[in-house]
């Protein structure tokens, strides 16, 4: 990504530290403990504690609210089905995580990533204007991230919010570094042009590809 | 991630509110899990299958030992107060189970088995309490009788047990 213009947002300035996942929730381990042994009490807490983030990982992911839902659904009895198999090294919330990611990818597999072909109107809509991240509100944000092809969306997800490396997203797509590059940046752009467009007047069908 | 570009996408994106999923999802994620299970099984036939199978026998003659050494269940209660009775066994014995796992937090993997076997069990009928608005007395013994089963699971020394059998 090389925009030039830098951008200010007065609600949270920008820096250099990642923001943390909204999985990134610390389970006890007597609770796993007790997961382990199929405690329901502790299953059903583990759900309560979850049940949002998971939810909102599989909507992003697929960009539809029923599949997210069964989705969801599928990875908790997964993580119910499957908990023998957690190992205490890693934190709990990384394992769940990983399980609705890689349930998300193999229902978006065979799906298209953004192609070339639209990366010149999209550069002239970006260039030369303010960012419009910086005062785009949340709603516009999410609409325009809805917008986009959902193996954009969900590159553009792992790697700005969940903290995915390029290394990480190229295996988990089984695809290579550079895919995970070029899919980051021209779904960023996209992002920033669906924005501008935002700005003036909002019409879905331009935003349809 | 390095651009302050990236960074305020990174901090705008991941500053969306989190959405909440449909209401009734544990009651609906507890009915999947009644569905599965309920659902058989398929796999190859693969020499793993057979050593599992010889220990799911091992299993049910344990569990028929556990079952036919218990004392012998009570005629059934008719009354309003039998079943708060029963309501109060089962979460004594919750308890009680709460108790002897805090002091055992490793198992070994038959105990461990057993305790799943009968966990299962317990699921499935846990499932037909959230299937009613008023569970019958049946109910509460049949949980009552699977805890009572869970509790002996949970300390029972399970090499020993096998040894006897061999012995016997």
Known sequence: MDLAITSAWPEAPATSTPPRSSFAIEVSDLLVARLKRRDLEAFEQIYRLFDRPVYTLALRLLGNPTEAYDLSQDSFLKVFEQVAQFRDEAPFWGWLRSIVVNAALMRLRGRRPMEDLDMAAIDSLIENSPDPLASASSHDLKRALDSLPAISRAVVWLYYVEGYTHEEIARSFDRTVSFSKSQVARAANKLRALLNEENGSWNPRTTSY | ?168
């Open chain 2, 1 to 168: 991630m390095e651009s302050p570009d990236d960074v305020l996408l990174s901090q705008r994106l991941s500053a969306l509110p989190l959405e909440s999923p449909p209401i009734g999802g544990w009651a609906d994620l507890r009915a999947r899990m009644q569905l599965a299970a309920r659902k058989p099984t398929r796999g190859a036939l693969n020499p793993r299958w057979f050593s599992l199978a010889a220990g799911v026998v091992g299993l049910a003659l344990l569990l028929n030992v556990l079952r036919t050494s218990s004392p012998p269940t009570p005629a059934p209660a008719k009354s309003t107060a039998d079943i708060s009775a029963l309501v109060q066994r089962s979460q004594d014995l919750e308890s009680e189970i709460r108790g002897l796992r805090a002091h055992t937090p490793d198992v070994d993997e038959m105990r461990y088995a057993l305790e799943s076997a009968v966990e299962s069990d317990l699921t499935v009928v846990d499932a037909q309490f959230a299937a009613t608005d008023a569970p019958g007395e049946d109910l509460w013994r049949a949980r009552v009788r699977l805890l009572e089963e869970l509790k002996v699971a949970t300390q029972i020394d399970t090499g020993s047990v096998f040894l006897q059998a061999r012995l016997d």
